[in-house]
């Protein structure tokens, strides 16, 4: 019932939306006041059937209405109301649904403050893509023309042919499949709406553009549409902030930005619109640069809708890890993207001959010239950006089946870009603000220019950088800090409202170096030996058993329970056990780590956690997620994960077990190259094995394990003629056992041998019992270089094994520094819309 | 035609044109693990074979686990970091890197994971037991 009255109310809502189309057309072409009446009044009704239809879904998502695909697919019942909020934009049509709401609230702001000529048109514009939005959540269908897909079909309507609804089709899951654990971050509940409400507000200047080509008025209209680029920049960059930051300590790919093409897609719109601002304060300043003023408005908004449809169809499948589902609407987003384009594009050569051009040349110092060229820099680093995100589109000029480009694409591309629009900004701001010749310029330079040279000695030798391209670029970042807060500090004196802009260049500076150092020089953190075992596959050394040479390095180390490892040189790292967690989680192990840093003798704990996926695992068959921890720094930042334990190899064990599947043991495999110079233990090992435990001891290391203790005293070497396979050599282990409850005490030699067989190597090893104790121990490994072994003891006590965990831990100079250059950016906009808001309100009243 | 324009149009399309080659180049094709041994590095689209053996190795430090690719061919590939999250899930797969000796050494992983978004999938009713999930309107 709630589901049929949810539909009709979204039909409601599109069909108000189209007669406020039409009402807006005739009223933009034949400026009646009437007529505009209309328009707002079937506006305003679009809006309020949306809302009624979203608080509508909020309700249905709230009373569990499982029969309801949106409901069962994003939300389950124990799901905190947080995020059963969040889950109303969680999928596809929800978030439709937020982003037409932001737009309706960008609407009625447009009703109240907008000014002729623009009042119509721009109002038809905005219904435009509102009319295209409200068709993607119509669930229109019919035999010949299907339309959206809507927030409030059943389960049943959603797959008629499922076995289930066949059976039953008034089935009601009894649960919901709930929200994907990743997403259950408080920095992905505003994330969303964020995002929307910059792609609401961008396509407020793609509205005032094309209302000027219709009304022919090309000056007036950059003076409302500026604050609402600034404000959709702002929130654009906000978004990419948050959804970059929850990247960094939720995922493991130890990053916030990956040139994915779903992140590629959110920074073009804010290239362009960035573009776009540069050119509409130089318009109102100086009346030049109409012509690129209205095409980085419209481009922005193409941007914003060719991404919708690049992240929505489905077309980016294979080459983005975000996953989006394909919901049929492919041909209407085409369709969307298409008329947008078309529409913007179209009107903008139908005028170009009578849009205005300068009157006289601007040279190559003047603040006109320099602006302009930093938005055409913006432009043509979008441009880029555009060309490898479509590669799935425009791959297919070079081969049937294009994946995406190599990272190096776009770091190539960018990186000169970058470099060029550093040097700008400086000599760009120092111009906009005083006139300067070649010579004032050059003197008003020096002294920048000498503290930026210091400051990129300073950090090249701080850093170790070698790179001569990096030294450049460092220079190039340091300058536009430097220069930039040169400029600030004058203008903060003079006019401190209007230090917006140059305070985003600050910011730009910062992020480039930022960027480069957090990525460059990114190091992981190993142990010695890794990587020393490192260093030999860099230079060839390491072969497989096939003579293959290795190319992989191991980033990632063991640390066994109390045994602590120095990492890099600078930290003793300590695993210290992990704790179960019911609460949160549930299965969620937190683990205790502790580091010291020798250098500074100052340490501190790490807990990362590792947590069963509750949407995809089953009792029998979990999935395991991490969790990362990441310990921020002002200088470094250090991101550690844990990618596997003894915990969670024994509940997969222990679960494979049930599951009559054999435990899957890689240990014995041949294709693979042993780290380090370690002998494997291969041969006899087989059946027996599962049920022993494995310990490993350095020499001189003794270890409890239940009421036993384990003393590894040394190796004893020992000649072929006492190897029972009668050749090859034989090591062993002098260890002495103890029984400690009775104080009995044993010595043990188990024997471990490597022997030659037809050219290929085998190992052995021969159990010694304790009958006693019902214990029987093998020598099954030896690891000379760190003058270890390791003991496989049958008869144990359960639970007894070797504690271990395996960590990914890398070290991040001055992500700190990104972090500051993206709030500098937008500290530096919000001033901007102060300014700029401030003076439209002045004039609309 | 002004010297200025000549220039400009030069530029642009010399830039065009570096661009689009540059473009050309660092993008390669998916395809199977036959063709995938005459590249030095290949995006391979595939499934994975969850009846054979796989799993994280503590003595190598490497994932291992066997794929099936379009074709058909099903190879071990061999990722020297730990298990991807959602590894499981996936039920498409993209790996990235080289064949050698019969064996995919992967530098990236790519995992296709639709059944949280997927509209047609089922698959997650399987696990509940149809008379328990039934509630009456």
């Given at each position: 019932?709630?589901?049929?009255?949810?539909?009709?109310?979204?039909?409601?809502?599109?069909?108000?939306?189209?007669?406020?189309?039409?009402?807006?057309?005739?009223?933009?072409?034949?400026?009646?006041?009437?007529?505009?009446?209309?328009?707002?009044?079937?506006?305003?009704?679009?809006?309020?059937?949306?809302?009624?239809?979203?608080?509508?879904?909020?309700?249905?998502?709230?009373?569990?209405?499982?029969?309801?695909?949106?409901?069962?697919?994003?939300?389950s019942?124990?799901l905190?109301?947080?995020y059963?909020?969040?889950?109303?934009?969680?999928?596809?049509?929800?978030?439709?649904?937020?982003?037409?709401?932001?737009?309706?609230?960008?609407?009625?702001?447009?009703?109240?403050?907008?000014?002729?000529?623009?009042?119509?048109?721009?109002?038809?514009?905005?219904?435009?893509?509102?009319?295209?939005?409200?068709?993607?959540?119509?669930?229109?269908?019919?035999?010949?023309?299907?339309?959206?897909?809507?927030?409030?079909?059943?389960?049943?309507?959603?797959?008629?042919?499922?076995?289930?609804?066949?059976?039953?089709?008034?089935?009601?899951?009894?649960?919901?499949?709930g929200l994907n654990d990743l997403l259950k971050s408080?920095?992905m509940?505003?994330?969303?709406?964020?995002?929307?409400?910059?792609?609401?507000?961008?396509?407020?200047?793609?509205?005032?553009?094309?209302?000027?080509?219709?009304?022919?008025?090309?000056?007036?209209?950059?003076?409302?549409?500026?604050?609402?680029?600034?404000?959709?920049?702002?929130?654009?960059?906000?978004?990419?902030?948050?959804?970059?930051?929850?990247?960094?300590?939720t995922?493991?790919?130890?990053?916030?930005?990956?040139?994915?093409?779903?992140?590629?897609?959110?920074?073009?719109?804010?290239?362009?619109?960035?573009?776009?601002?540069?050119?509409?304060?130089?318009?109102?300043?100086?009346?030049?640069?109409?012509?690129?003023?209205?095409?980085?408005?419209?481009?922005?908004?193409?941007?914003?809708?060719?991404?919708?449809?690049?992240?929505?169809?489905?077309?980016?499948?294979?080459?983005?890890?975000?996953?989006?589902?394909?919901?049929?609407?492919?041909?209407?987003?085409?369709?969307?993207?298409?008329?947008?384009?078309?529409?913007?594009?179209?009107?903008?050569?139908?005028?170009?001959?009578?849009?205005?051009?300068?009157?006289?040349?601007?040279?190559?110092?003047?603040?006109?010239?320099?602006?302009?060229?930093?938005?055409?820099?913006?432009?043509?680093?979008?441009?880029?950006?555009?060309?490898?995100?479509?590669?799935?589109?425009?791959?297919?000029?070079?081969?049937?089946?294009?994946?995406?480009?190599?990272?190096?694409?776009?770091?190539?591309?960018?990186?000169?870009?970058?470099?060029?629009?550093?040097?700008?900004?400086?000599?760009?701001?120092?111009?906009?603000?005083?006139?300067?010749?070649?010579?004032?310029?050059?003197?008003?330079?020096?002294?920048?220019?000498?503290?930026?040279?210091?400051?990129?000695?300073?950090?090249?030798?701080?850093?170790?950088?070698?790179?001569?391209?990096?030294?450049?670029?460092?220079?190039?970042?340091?300058?536009?800090?430097?220069?930039?807060?040169?400029?600030?500090?004058?203008?903060?004196?003079?006019?401190?409202?209007?230090?917006?802009?140059?305070?985003?260049?600050?910011?730009?500076?910062?992020?480039?170096?930022?960027?480069?150092?957090?990525?460059?020089?990114?190091?992981?953190?190993?142990?010695?030996?890794?990587?020393?075992?490192?260093?030999?596959?860099?230079?060839?050394?390491?072969?497989?058993?096939?003579?293959?040479?290795?190319?992989?390095?191991?980033?990632?180390?063991?640390?066994?329970?109390?045994?602590?490892?120095?990492?890099?040189?600078?930290?003793?790292?300590?695993?210290?056990?992990?704790?179960?967690?019911?609460?949160n989680r549930p299965g969620q192990?937190?683990?205790?780590?502790?580091?010291?840093?020798?250098?500074?003798?100052?340490?501190?704990?790490?807990?990362?956690e590792v947590y069963p996926m509750l949407t995809t695992s089953?009792?029998?068959?979990?999935q395991w997620s991490v969790d990362?921890?990441?310990?921020?720094?002002?200088?470094?930042?250090?991101?550690?994960?844990?990618?596997?334990?003894?915990?969670?190899?024994?509940?997969?064990?222990?679960?494979?077990?049930?599951?009559?599947?054999?435990?899957?043991?890689?240990?014995?495999?041949?294709?693979?190259?042993?780290?380090?110079?370690?002998?494997?233990?291969?041969?006899?090992?087989?059946?027996?094995?599962?049920?022993?435990?494995?310990?490993?001891?350095?020499?001189?290391?003794?270890?409890?394990?239940?009421?036993?203790?384990?003393?590894?005293?040394?190796?004893?070497?020992?000649?072929?003629?006492?190897?029972?396979?009668?050749?090859?050599?034989?090591?062993?282990?002098?260890?002495?056992?103890?029984?400690?409850?009775?104080?009995?005490?044993?010595?043990?030699?188990?024997?471990?041998?490597?022997?030659?067989?037809?050219?290929?190597?085998?190992?052995?090893?021969?159990?010694?019992?304790?009958?006693?104790?019902?214990?029987?121990?093998?020598?099954?490994?030896?690891?000379?270089?760190?003058?270890?072994?390791?003991?496989?003891?049958?008869?144990?006590?359960?639970?007894?094994?070797?504690?271990?965990?395996?960590?990914?831990?890398?070290?991040?100079?001055?992500?700190?520094?990104?972090?500051?250059?993206?709030?500098?950016?937008?500290?530096?906009?919000?001033?901007?819309?102060?300014?700029?808001?401030?003076?439209?309100?002045?004039?609309?009243? | 035609?002004?010297?200025?324009?000549?220039?400009?149009?030069?530029?642009?399309?010399?830039?065009?044109?570096?661009?689009?080659?540059?473009?050309?180049?660092?993008?390669?094709?998916?395809?199977?693990?036959?063709?995938?041994?005459?590249?030095?590095?290949?995006?391979?689209?595939?499934?994975?074979?969850?009846?054979?053996?796989?799993?994280?190795?503590?003595?190598?430090?490497?994932?291992?686990?066997?794929?099936?690719?379009?074709?058909?061919?099903?190879?071990?590939?061999?990722?020297?970091?730990?298990?991807?999250n959602n590894?499981?899930?996936?039920?498409?797969?993209?790996?990235?890197?080289?064949?050698?000796?019969?064996?995919?050494?992967?530098?990236?992983?790519?995992?296709?994971?639709?059944?949280k978004?997927?509209?047609?999938?089922?698959?997650?009713?399987?696990?509940?037991?149809?008379?328990?999930?039934?509630?009456?309107?």
């Amino acid at each position: 019932m709630e589901g049929i009255i949810g539909k009709w109310l979204i039909s409601a809502s599109f069909i108000s939306s189209i007669i406020s189309l039409v009402f807006y057309g005739i009223a933009s072409r034949e400026d009646k006041e009437k007529m505009i009446r209309w328009g707002h009044l079937f506006f305003s009704l679009k809006g309020l059937f949306l809302l009624l239809a979203s608080a509508m879904l909020v309700k249905l998502i709230f009373e569990h209405q499982f029969q309801y695909y949106y409901v069962f697919n994003y939300t389950s019942i124990d799901l905190a109301p947080k995020y059963l909020w969040s889950a109303f934009y969680g999928g596809q049509e929800g978030s439709f649904m937020l982003w037409i709401l932001f737009s309706c609230i960008s609407g009625f702001m447009l009703i109240k403050w907008t000014r002729e000529p623009y009042r119509a048109p721009v109002m038809f514009f905005l219904t435009l893509t509102q009319v295209f939005l409200l068709s993607m959540i119509a669930g229109w269908h019919s035999d010949f023309l299907s339309l959206g897909a809507s927030p409030f079909r059943t389960i049943a309507e959603e797959m008629p042919n499922a076995p289930f609804i066949q059976a039953n089709p008034n089935f009601i899951p009894a649960d919901g499949s709930g929200l994907n654990d990743l997403l259950k971050s408080p920095w992905m509940m505003i994330h969303p709406p964020v995002l929307f409400i910059g792609f609401a507000m961008m396509t407020i200047p793609y509205c005032f553009a094309m209302a000027a080509l219709w009304k022919r008025k090309y000056n007036e209209w950059v003076g409302p549409a500026l604050p609402w680029t600034l404000g959709a920049n702002l929130s654009l960059l906000t978004a990419i902030f948050l959804g970059g930051y929850w990247a960094y300590i939720t995922l493991s790919f130890g990053g916030y930005w990956a040139w994915d093409p779903v992140e590629n897609a959110s920074l073009v719109p804010w290239l362009f619109g960035t573009a776009g601002i540069h050119t509409m304060i130089i318009q109102r300043k100086s009346s030049i640069a109409q012509k690129s003023s209205l095409l980085f408005a419209i481009l922005a908004y193409i941007a914003i809708v060719y991404e919708t449809f690049l992240t929505r169809s489905g077309i980016l499948a294979d080459s983005s890890v975000h996953s989006f589902v394909d919901l049929g609407l492919y041909n209407q987003l085409l369709v969307f993207m298409l008329v947008i384009t078309i529409v913007g594009l179209g009107m903008f050569f139908y005028r170009y001959k009578e849009l205005p051009s300068p009157n006289k040349e601007h040279g190559i110092l003047t603040r006109e010239f320099m602006t302009v060229s930093g938005s055409m820099a913006l432009f043509i680093l979008g441009a880029v950006i555009i060309l490898g995100t479509s590669s799935p589109i425009i791959g297919l000029l070079f081969n049937e089946n294009p994946t995406p480009p190599e990272i190096s694409f776009y770091n190539d591309w960018s990186m000169p870009i970058a470099i060029i629009m550093a040097l700008m900004t400086v000599i760009g701001q120092m111009l906009f603000w005083q006139k300067h010749d070649a010579e004032s310029l050059s003197s008003a330079l020096i002294q920048p220019l000498l503290v930026t040279s210091f400051a990129t000695i300073i950090s090249i030798m701080v850093y170790e950088v070698r790179n001569f391209y990096y030294m450049i670029y460092l220079f190039a970042g340091f300058f536009a800090i430097i220069g930039n807060l040169w400029v600030l500090f004058r203008l903060a004196k003079k006019q401190p409202k209007l230090i917006g802009g140059v305070t985003t260049h600050v910011g730009f500076g910062l992020l480039l170096v930022g960027i480069l150092f957090s990525s460059a020089y990114n190091s992981p953190l190993l142990d010695e030996r890794t990587s020393n075992y490192n260093e030999r596959v860099l230079s060839g050394e390491v072969a497989d058993e096939q003579g293959f040479t290795v190319s992989q390095t191991v980033e990632m180390l063991e640390l066994k329970l109390n045994e602590p490892k120095v990492l890099n040189k600078r930290y003793e790292v300590l695993y210290s056990g992990y704790t179960i967690d019911n609460q949160n989680r549930p299965g969620q192990q937190t683990y205790a780590l502790s580091f010291t840093d020798l250098k500074s003798g100052r340490s501190f704990g790490m807990n990362p956690e590792v947590y069963p996926m509750l949407t995809t695992s089953t009792q029998d068959n979990i999935q395991w997620s991490v969790d990362p921890d990441v310990r921020t720094g002002w200088l470094n930042d250090i991101y550690l994960y844990v990618a596997g334990s003894s915990y969670i190899e024994n509940v997969n064990n222990r679960n494979a077990k049930a599951n009559q599947i054999q435990p899957v043991g890689l240990s014995q495999d041949s294709t693979t190259a042993s780290l380090g110079a370690s002998l494997a233990g291969q041969g006899d090992s087989t059946s027996s094995d599962e049920e022993a435990q494995v310990i490993s001891f350095t020499r001189g290391q003794s270890k409890e394990l239940g009421p036993f203790s384990f003393q590894f005293n040394d190796f004893i070497m020992v000649d072929s003629t006492n190897v029972p396979t009668g050749k090859g050599v034989g090591v062993r282990a002098q260890l002495d056992f103890v029984h400690l409850p009775s104080n009995t005490k044993y010595s043990l030699e188990p024997l471990f041998a490597v022997y030659n067989e037809d050219g290929q190597s085998f190992t052995a090893s021969f159990p010694v019992e304790i009958e006693a104790y019902n214990l029987s121990v093998r020598f099954t490994k030896l690891d000379p270089e760190s003058d270890s072994i390791e003991l496989s003891i049958i008869g144990l006590p359960e639970g007894l094994e070797d504690e271990w965990i395996l960590i990914v831990a890398e070290k991040k100079p001055l992500i700190s520094v990104v972090w500051a250059g993206t709030f500098l950016l937008m500290i530096g906009f919000s001033i901007s819309i102060l300014r700029h808001w401030g003076r439209e309100r002045k004039m609309a009243v | 035609m002004k010297p200025k324009l000549i220039f400009g149009s030069i530029a642009i399309i010399a830039f065009t044109s570096l661009l689009l080659y540059n473009f050309g180049e660092s993008i390669s094709t998916y395809t199977d693990f036959e063709k995938a041994a005459k590249l030095k590095t290949a995006h391979v689209p595939g499934t994975w074979e969850p009846e054979m053996e796989y799993g994280f190795s503590r003595e190598t430090m490497q994932f291992s686990f066997h794929m099936k690719d379009e074709s058909g061919k099903v190879k071990k590939v061999v990722y020297s970091r730990p298990k991807p999250n959602n590894f499981e899930q996936a039920d498409r797969l993209v790996v990235i890197g080289e064949l050698r000796n019969d064996v995919f050494y992967a530098d990236e992983m790519l995992m296709k994971c639709p059944s949280k978004y997927n509209a047609t999938d089922v698959d997650s009713y399987g696990t509940q037991p149809v008379a328990a999930g039934v509630q009456g309107r």
